[in-house]
């Protein structure tokens, strides 16, 4: 079931954000100022591309990494890699998981490297539901009830791009009580 899990959609950056990104590296940095035209255009586009394919995010790995630091589940996956057991099953409610990184663009103009264009990657998954089964020392994704996902990618703190998301792949859970519906009146004929 990991391989299922995946972003509703991929977070992508254009060309406008590369070049808003450099705008703001060139106030910082005079080497990428000096030559701030000959990146904008077909080289932000490239940088766009290349940022894309960095910028695939593996969801369940970060919801996973949140996971495990929950003691429920830690201890359970501690248990599950020593011994054999059946699968400890941990339902979690409503939760918020957090996670930072770094992309790092290098670039060059005619020759010479510019220096790196850092960015920070932050993601936020808020989770209505989750149940999962910890096995072999690993946790397995069970079911997932209503997640959401905001990706910030930022260069210091000004934001580049915000991309909001679902979490799509994965059966909804069953243990999540379903609201019940409204009061119907329903009428039976028997004929006698």
Request: hydrophobic share 45%; charged share 25%.
């Amino acid at each position: 079931m990991h391989d299922a899990v995946r972003l509703s959609a991929p977070i992508e950056v254009t060309r406008d954000d590369v070049e808003r990104a450099l705008f703001e590296q060139s106030t910082d940095e005079l080497a990428v100022a000096r030559v701030f035209d000959r990146l904008r255009g077909a080289p932000a586009e490239r940088a766009a591309e290349a940022l894309n394919h960095a910028l695939e995010v593996d969801i369940f790995e970060v919801l996973a990494q949140g996971w495990a630091r929950v003691p429920a589940v830690r201890s359970a996956v501690q248990r599950s890699a020593l011994m054999e057991v059946p699968p400890a099953l941990v339902n979690l409610g409503r939760h918020n998981i957090a996670s930072t990184s770094r992309v790092v663009l290098d670039s060059s103009v005619a020759q010479s490297a510019l220096p790196p264009l850092t960015l920070t990657l932050e993601i936020v998954a808020d989770v209505l539901s989750a149940t999962l089964a910890a096995r072999e020392g690993r946790i397995e994704l069970v079911a997932l009830g209503e997640a959401s996902v905001v990706a910030r990618l930022k260069y210091k703190s000004v934001l580049v791009k915000e991309h909001a998301t679902g979490v799509s792949g994965v059966l909804r859970d069953p243990f999540k009580r379903q609201p019940s519906a409204p009061d119907r009146q329903a009428s039976v004929d028997i004929q006698i």
